[in-house]
């Protein structure tokens, strides 16, 4: 079965810095989905950015990105010019390729605090 | 474009009773999942519903069962509540259950069990 690790349960970076968080999965599989949500206090999850193992190319969706190692099989994501709005619990999450495995499989999360 | 909302947002039961959240998918997706995200936890997959049949499911007793009606919208029914039932309740939606496609989340419903 496919597991998510988040080695870091807080974060913390001043308000413009950059900042990285960590991921770690384990999987048999060849080709999957990887992706990162934000969970604010309002508690919707919000899709930040997503890889597909296929593409090489890392994801950048404006100041945040991805440094996707798939030998590693290591996901971290990185934000730079952190903002305010920034601060919210970071989930990683994992899917399978084809339609019978629909569910995201997430790690506990990271929560990210951003100091003015 | 209304995302996906659901009711209630919070609730209070006791042990023993029943719960029924409910889910409206955003706009267009035919496919609603249902998770599960415990204090200081990640969300966790209880099942997912295409085509008003459940398709997939997590690794939750026969307590938790569902329902996806001719509109996508979905229902979660929790019988014979515990304590550890306790919980943020997040419905999500796609289109379709191809793995590439985009899960958008609601706000979950809280549910509190005493």
């Known amino acids: 079965a496919q597991t998510v690790t988040q080695s870091q349960p807080e974060m913390s970076v001043q308000e413009a810095e950059t900042v990285t968080l960590s991921c770690t999965y384990d999987?048999?599989?060849?080709?999957?989905?990887l992706f990162w949500y934000k969970q604010p206090p309002s508690r919707q999850m919000i899709l930040v950015i997503r890889?597909?193992?296929?593409?090489?190319q890392n994801a950048t969706e404006n100041r945040f990105s991805v440094n996707f190692q798939k030998a590693a099989k290591s996901f971290s994501l990185k934000i730079s010019d952190s903002q305010l709005g920034d601060a919210a619990m970071y989930f990683c999450?994992?899917?399978?390729?084809?339609?019978?495995?629909?569910?995201?499989?997430f790690g506990k999360g990271t929560k990210l605090s951003v100091k003015p | 474009d209304a995302g996906v909302t659901q009711s209630p947002t919070h609730l209070i039961k006791t042990r023993g009773q029943q719960v029924t959240l409910r889910c409206s998918p955003k706009?267009?997706?035919?496919?609603v999942s249902w998770y599960q995200q415990a204090l200081g936890q990640g969300p966790q997959f209880i099942f997912q519903?295409?085509?008003?049949?459940?398709?997939q499911r997590g690794n939750f007793p026969d307590r938790f069962s569902g329902h996806q009606f001719p509109n996508y919208s979905s229902e979660l029914n929790v019988n014979a509540l515990l304590l550890g039932d306790s919980a943020l309740y997040l419905c999500?939606?796609?289109?379709?259950?191809?793995?590439?496609?985009?899960?958008?989340f609601g706000e979950g419903s809280w549910l509190t069990v005493v």
């Open positions: 999500a939606s796609s289109l379709g259950r191809n793995s590439g496609n985009t899960i958008y």
């Open positions: 999987t048999s599989e060849s080709d999957y989905y």
């Open positions: 890889q597909e193992a296929y593409k090489q």
């Open positions: 999450a994992y899917r399978s390729p084809g339609g019978s495995q629909g569910n995201l499989i």
């Open positions: 706009s267009g997706h035919d496919t």
């Open positions: 519903y295409y085509e008003e049949e459940e398709r």
